[in-house]
């Protein structure tokens, strides 16, 4: 039997699998029909890969391994983004693209599972997220509603013949009831995450050599602490129960299995609050209380199972923590700075500081709470690393669109960046994202939201410019400054005659160079100047003598008619640069190219 899995990717408010990232549910789902079929062959595909593959198809052109692809008995498609953004490294399964797939994929038995199953297809936020039952059930022959790899095992192991007489079969109520089976504990994907880490070798961002920049993310626990009190109004975590949490030696063994197959990087981001990993009683009713030694043996097993591990991040981090319980917030912050590597971010979702906003949707934290987390994270974070970023910093969310939302909401959540930057603190990136509406939202509240979106669209445009100029861009520059070095960033994809590249890791920051690199291989970068959202940097070490007008005018504060200058010019010692810059920004190229004083300073 040929099986082909396409990772039509997930983000989830608590999982990214969006490359470089890889989330846990293909490796869970390959681990899953290996274990209990080994002699099956199973290819992975990415949606991107596929798209590939069925635009060459469309224009008559056959792919190599064409027919091998299209040859599969079983193709599982997995979907799963409900917080769709904009990434560099894929775009996310559409609704659009699953006709073109079963059309591609005609003679195979079609499985679809993922969270979209059960939240829709989320295209957009601010628009609500297609529901699944919008496919024709004709073509796709099973929906799993369920968790994927514990449904697959169970059919798995009653027959293999059922993916051919399902027909049959579905007349029994029992099988639909198998299509929505869960975990009953975190055990039970302790097989499959193991096996499954050998899916690795099939991704396109990994490489035999290094690595790649392929990124594993990891789960450790499933739910949110704040079930108890219903939770955050717009979210679907409360809703799965108590929280129910991984052995930690199974983390483990799950990360040394993908580390003995060859990946570098890993982030453990798939839980609701990295904090809140096996969390203790709840002290204080709102929230449980952290649980610092348990944190510290994960973090120290994997450095010591791991020596060579290049990425250790975490994601997700509820403020509360640190506003409730600062001493044990405090424990872990410091074990995550001796354990993980630099560029690491905490995550912390705010939606909005408004009081009532955060009343009406029964939000997490307060402004001041919220202030608590960033100023202990800072205490310990700010410290420039090896590969030229902060070790730990937060990173904060927002969502625009929450009930009792106003204009003064926006105002406030403004405010308060402007204090963060008053206060010095140091955040690394600010998420401004509009409300997507789960499918099946309640009819209601969803004409009530999109009538707010819609009316609010051209005052989010304003506020969104004026944090990207007032906040976003002082704090690159601050974090970021002119002549800083970025160790080891990962050329992703050619630009026009530039290049992007990211450091692998959690949120990493985009570097822009103004010429055509190797793609798929690490670099040094010089820090020259500042988007809102991302870097210009130039290919490390910098001498002014060999660029280009291109990226001479890359530069922060240089220009077209000065690089023209310095070009015609080829100033030789200070006196003469003095003649075309000014002596601030003739200060900031001594940084960019340290040599250049001396040695001009010499010659002068
Ligand atoms: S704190 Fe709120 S947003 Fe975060 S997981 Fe819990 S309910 Fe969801």
Known sequence: MKVLIIDGYIDQPSCLGVPPFLAPLPRYIYGSIKKNKPSWAIDYRTIDQIRKELKKNYQNETPIGFNALRNKNIVILITGVSVPGKYLGGTPLRFSDLKHISNFFSESFKIICGPSTVFGIGEEGGKPSIPIERIDEKIWNLIIKGDPEIVLSILLQKNEDIFYNYQKICQNPDF?????????????????????????????NFSENDGGNLTCEI?????????????CLFCVEPKKGPTIHRKINSIVKEI?????????????GNQTDFYAIHHGIYENKRYPKPNPEIIEELLSKIRNSCPEIRTLHIDNVNALNFALYPKEAEKITRSIIKYCTDGNIAAIGIESVDPKVISMNNLK?????????????????????????????????????????????????YQFLKKILRENYW????NLRKFLIPS???????KKIKNHLNKFSSKYYKWK??????????????????????????????????????QPGTYPITCFVPRKLDLMQYYNLIVVGHGFRSLNCLKAPIKFINLTQRELEM??????????????????????????LPLEIWEEMTKIQPSLLSLIEKKG
């Not at 975190?186 to 991704?203: C, N, Q, R, W």
């Not at 499933?222 to 009190?229: D, E, I």
């Not at 690159?476 to 992007?500: F, Q, R, S, W």
């Not at 530069?555 to 075309?580: C, H, S, T, V």
């Open 176 to 204: 639909k009831d198998i299509l929505h089976l869960k975990r009953k504990n975190m055990e039970e994907i302790l097989e499959f995450s193991v096996i499954g880490a050998e899916l690795i070798s099939l991704h396109p």
């Open 465 to 502: 410019n004026t944090i990207r100029n007032d906040i976003d861009h002082p704090m690159l520059k601050k974090i970021y400054p002119i002549g800083g070095e970025l160790k080891n960033v990962y050329a992703e994809k050619n630009d026009g005659n530039g290049t992007l590249l990211r």
């Open 427 to 430: 955040i690394r990136r600010i």
């Open 219 to 231: 789960e450790t626990f499933r739910g949110c602490p704040r079930y108890l009190n219903g939770g």
């Open 365 to 413: 934290a307060s402004a001041d709470e919220i202030m608590e987390a960033i100023s202990i994270i800072n205490r310990y974070g700010k410290t420039i690393g090896k590969n030229g970023n902060p070790a730990f910093l937060p990173g904060l969310n927002f969502i625009m669109g929450l009930q009792g939302e106003t204009e003064a909401s926006l105002n406030l959540n």
């Open 440 to 446: 099946g939202f309640n009819p209601k509240f969803y």
């Open 555 to 580: 530069i922060d504060g240089i220009g077209k008619k000065r690089a023209k200058a310095i070009l015609f010019k080829r100033p030789l010692n200070k006196k003469e640069w003095l003649e075309i």
């Open 256 to 268: 040394i299995s993908l580390y003995k197959f060859g990946v570098r990087h890993f982030r453990i």
